[in-house]
């Protein structure tokens, strides 16, 4: 479990820490959703990674698809999209933790 101790999606981030992205809604859904019903990102064993083009395309997939995915799956989404424009990163390396 990460150093807050929340339950939800983490963004390893270049320096070595990581940041909560997402916390769970507690709904079912999780973070293998993403490559499995909106065909993004790959894996690197248990890490999920996302360039900048997937994320900005999950946002829009979200959007666009809110109806067909459980509600915690189109929030990790967009909270995705949301961190990744706060940080200014490359893409995403996501984890879940909890």
């Known amino acids: 479990m990460s150093a807050s101790g929340e339950a939800g999606v983490y ?3 270049p320096d070595g820490r990581e940041s909560l992205v997402h916390a769970w809604l507690g709904q079912d859904y999780e973070l293998a959703d993403i490559p499995e019903f909106l065909a993004a990102g790959t894996w690197e064993g248990e890490v999920l990674l996302l360039s900048a083009e997937e994320v900005a395309k999950l946002r829009i997939r979200a959007d ?3 109806f067909d995915h459980e509600e915690g799956l189109i929030q990790l989404c967009l909270d995705l999209d949301r961190f990744h424009r706060s ?3 490359s893409g995403l390396r996501l984890a879940e933790r909890g």
């Open 11 to 13: 963004a390893l981030l």
């Open 64 to 66: 666009a698809e809110s």
């Open 87 to 89: 940080q200014g990163l």
